[in-house]
């Protein structure tokens, strides 16, 4: 790989875990660094790391920095190859990978279907299928009484939501989940990379023929309207496509590792849960928030591109490189958050965080996942009063992604219930 740093040997090098074994010491290890630092991702592909909550914040809202892969220079160059498994985070043909008015033509057809009113008017079928969930729990006991809460509740719960909504046939949700986990773990390699990329694309196109000759009311009829439409925002078939895949990916991704995240963290707070317990609905926001910035579910998201020299903290950013955002690290700055930082705490003051994202391309699906999370967490400790880890928390393993900030399984005694 060609490295465009060698003027500024003063910036350290630091290899990204691929398999984000601590996640949260790893982002620390790089804040000790200092503010700005040289990421070697897999493969010796570079990218940039902005430490500092503050400067983070202030660079995605920068409008020489952008998420435009064409803009890549060490793509252009011919550096990455194209079977680069992480790719399939970068190289999309949908909002999250234009900029400006492009940014803005394939927003507006979303933010008319994909409404804060439509995701509400699910709640309904969302409790019902929560309470679904907890009541086929006990039956999915392994033979020595624990529970995997992530296998058997956090997964399909945000899984089946997203493609009810989307309008994927039932049939395909584990496969659209096979297919989206190829694409965020490390251990992906090329044949399977290239393969899932071609698979989703075939069972995209099936979808649309489908919604095509018996529309229904669901995204992928709402947004194949625009595509056949005369409209100037028209989405074309690729266009939509990645949209899609961008929509269940996050749309289910970020609430399975809230839910598991959340429930972490009260199982091994006591402290915590008790005061959730004694207080009213709005400690439940709390957790969900504190949850968001404590064990963000999004660890390292891939990445901006300079599109002029950015200078970050005297650090000269080069056009055309790009910058990893480190979300879940950044969550616990203590420059923002104070000493007590690395706490879990839901009285915490200070709410702000960016679990989300940051700047043009925040993440569009924020009301989804806290309606989810709230709709899961409370009947879930309602229903199971004594619910309790079944193993030692160090021993549970990390989901091995750059991006997702998990655990692989949540093995939980359930306890008796209580309706």
């Known amino acids: 790989m060609t490295d465009t740093t060698l003027s500024q040997p003063s910036v350290p090098l630091f290899p990204i875990d691929p398999l984000g074994t601590d996640r949260h010491g790893e982002a ?25 909550y503050a400067l983070l914040a202030e660079l995605t809202a920068d409008p020489r920095v ?58 309904p079928r969302i409790d019902q299928i929560v309470t679904m969930m907890l009541d086929d729990l006990p039956r999915r006991a392994a033979p020595d009484g624990t529970v995997d809460l992530r296998r058997h509740y956090a997964y399909p719960f945000p ?15 584990s ?16 044949d399977q ?15 649309f023929a489908m919604r095509r000759a018996e529309p229904t009311d669901d995204l992928t009829s709402a947004l194949l309207a625009t595509v056949d439409g005369e409209s100037e925002d028209a989405f074309t078939d690729e266009e939509l496509e990645d949209t899609l895949w961008t929509l269940i990916g996050a749309g289910h991704e970020t609430s399975i590792s809230l839910i598991v995240n959340a429930t972490r963290a009260l199982l091994t ?28 579910p999004v660890g390292n998201f891939p990445a901006r591109f300079t599109t002029e020299d950015v200078t970050v903290a005297g650090v000269t950013i080069p056009k055309g490189d790009a910058i990893l955002a480190p979300w879940s690290g950044v969550n616990r700055d ?12 839901i009285t915490r003051p200070v709410k702000r965080h960016m679990a989300f994202g940051s700047g043009p391309h925040v993440c569009i699906g924020p009301a989804l996942a806290r309606l989810e999370a709230m709709a899961a967490l409370p009947p879930l400790f309602a229903r199971y009063p004594e619910l309790r880890l079944a193993v030692d928390p160090a021993d549970l393993s990390p989901v091995p992604s750059i991006f997702s900030n998990s655990v692989t399984g949540l093995p939980v005694h359930l306890g008796p219930e209580k309706r």
Not at 93 to 105: F, I, K, S, Y
Not at 162 to 171: H, K, N, Q, S, T
Not at 175 to 190: G, H, K, P, S
Request: charged share 30%; proline share 5%; aromatic share 8%.
């Open 28 to 52: 620390a290890l790089m804040r000790d660094l200092g503010p700005v630092v040289r990421a070697v991702l897999p493969g010796g592909v570079r990218m940039w790391v902005v430490t500092d």
């Open 66 to 123: 952008g998420r435009d892969w064409r803009t890549w220079e060490a793509l252009r160059r011919g550096d990455i190859p194209d079977d680069w498994p992480l790719l399939g985070m970068i190289r999309l043909n949908n909002l999250m990978a234009r900029d400006g008015a492009e940014h803005r033509r394939l927003r507006r057809p979303l933010a008319r279907t994909f409404t804060r009113a439509r995701v509400e008017g699910m709640g």
């Open 269 to 296: 707070h006591p402290d915590q849960l008790a005061v959730v317990r004694d207080g009213d609905t709005a400690a439940w926001s709390q957790v969900i928030e504190e949850t968001l910035r404590w064990d963000s």
């Open 193 to 207: 990379f290239l393969a899932a990329q071609q698979e989703r694309h075939d069972m995209f196109q099936r979808l």
């Open 159 to 173: 899984m089946q939501v997203i493609c009810e909504l989307i309008g994927v046939p039932e049939a395909w949700w």
């Open 334 to 345: 203590p420059r923002q958050f104070g000493e007590t930082a690395d706490q879990f705490d």
């Open 175 to 190: 496969r659209f989940r096979a297919l989206l986990e190829t694409v965020i773990r490390a251990d992906t390699t090329a």
